[in-house]
């Protein structure tokens, strides 16, 4: 590890009781608040897996996972929202160079959200492909100005369909409020705020799509799974039969008595 990169999990770390403290705001909210995702962006997190090209830091997947869990101790949703915002400079990276300067090259800080269902169909057009649909859900959509989107793409030959992802800019997309649950109370665990994301009709270029070609096991980050492990042990860790040595919780984890 880099001491670069050791230095954006020193200030990732850092920051964890302020998230704490703003943890009621963010389910009071419905939403990760823009102060703790600047906050992050400022500490470096959001650069982890980033290109060096356009400053990024270039880190491992573990060292990525393990500020994810560090920031999920303090605030679950803020963890979750981090964690799925965080892991797209890794996908957007695939992506043709062109449709990396897109996003980036006017502002290497820019984010992306997603949703990868593919509940959109794209139709094949002169340059790219016509993008409709509607996606359910995009986590920390309201925090990003792209969006990675799942769609089918028919085989013009009558041939299987194709999934493949298809990147936005927001002036592609319009956001439905549709996230209102009662979950993730328990303590440091709070809501994470998802949002219909539908299409206009956008003409994605052939540059701003990618076919499913996923890179081998183990190659890919597992963005959310950090996040949502560490809010599985602090419900444990809070229950009041597993906090007085009560067994059956430890039995169903699976722990001796």
Known sequence: MSDIVQAVVGGVRDLLPVLRERAQEAEDARD???????????????????????????????????????????????????????????????????????????????????????????EATDGGHRLTGRWS????????????????????????????????PASDYVIDDVWDTVGLRHRQQRHRRRRRVCARAPLAQLRRRLPLRLPRPGRQPGAAVPAAIRVAVLVLDHHPDHRHGGRRLRRARGVPA
């Open 32 to 122: 990760v608040p823009a102060e703790s995702v600047k906050a992050l962006t400022e500490a470096g997190f959001f650069r982890l897996l980033q290109p060096a090209t356009y400053g990024g830091h270039e880190a491992d997947p573990v060292t990525f996972l393990t500020a994810v869990r560090l920031i999920a101790s303090a605030c679950g949703s803020t963890g979750w929202v981090a964690s799925v915002l965080g892991v797209h400079p890794w996908q957007l990276a695939l992506f043709p160079p062109r449709a990396q300067e897109e996003v980036w090259g006017a502002d290497p800080a820019t984010r992306m959200s997603s949703s990868y269902a593919p509940t959109g169909r794209a």
């Open 137 to 168: 859900f995009s986590s920390g959509c309201n925090h990003a100005t792209w969006v990675l989107l799942g769609a089918i793409v028919p085989d013009g030959g009558g041939g299987p369909p194709d999934f493949r992802t298809f990147l936005l």
